[in-house]
């Protein structure tokens, strides 16, 4: 949840839209994880490349193509259009790969860790110390690189990021990207707890 939660922010904080279509972004990150690993057979660390790669410039792409003509109109129009992006990418996902729940096996060991009455699931374990890593990370990319500065400038006030030179469109474009790295752990992560589907969104 803290995963799509990034997504949530960082395009509601570059851009002032709320991205309906993140949860979906989510799910199609799981089945594409899923279909290179179990119908491919690439090993993991090709599959995270792959992956990784492939949902940036699904990010990039969205926010060129069906975003970027939107700039000036109603917040509403926008909203209404990651909607419509919502529902493309739950038709795509039935039309690539069905409807059915996928599995989604990671190498992580399926027994609980016992710390005295307490115990902690191998997975949820993992999922934790993924967020906090990207949590880390994002918070270094903000604070640290002239990028994510920019990021936040666009973020407290386009107007006043563009006077000064920031390209509000390629901020807005590098926040839909970085969505989608967060998107992938999420899906991948979730997937392999409760499987893939189309309800993982």
Do not use: H
Not at 5 to 17: M, P, Q
Not at 18 to 25: E, M, R, S, T, V
Not at 154 to 167: L, P, R, T
């Amino acid at each position: 949840y803290a995963l799509v939660a990034l997504g949530f922010v960082l395009i509601y904080k570059a851009t002032s839209v709320i991205n309906f279509a993140q949860g979906d972004l989510v799910m199609f990150a799981g089945y594409t994880a899923a279909f290179l690993v179990v119908d491919m057979g690439l090993p993991l660390w090709l599959m995270l490349i792959m992956v990784c790669v492939g949902m940036v410039l699904l990010g990039f792409l969205q926010e060129r193509l069906v975003l970027r003509p939107l700039i000036g109109q109603p917040v509403v129009s926008v909203i209404m259009v990651t909607i419509g992006l919502s529902f493309v990418l739950q038709g795509l996902v039935t039309i690539f790969w069905g409807a059915g729940t996928r599995e989604l096996a990671l190498p992580v060991r399926a027994d609980p860790y016992i710390l005295g009455p307490v115990f902690i699931s191998p997975i949820n374990l993992l999922a934790g110390l993924i967020a906090i890593v990207f949590l880390v990370l994002f918070g270094l990319f903000f604070t640290r690189s002239r990028m994510g500065v920019a990021m936040r400038a666009v973020a407290d006030d386009q107007q006043a990021a563009m006077v000064v030179g920031i390209k509000v469109p390629r901020v807005f474009a590098l926040s839909w990207a970085i969505a989608g790295l967060a998107a992938t752990a999420g899906g991948i992560v979730w997937g392999n707890q409760i499987g893939v589907d189309t309800f993982l969104n």
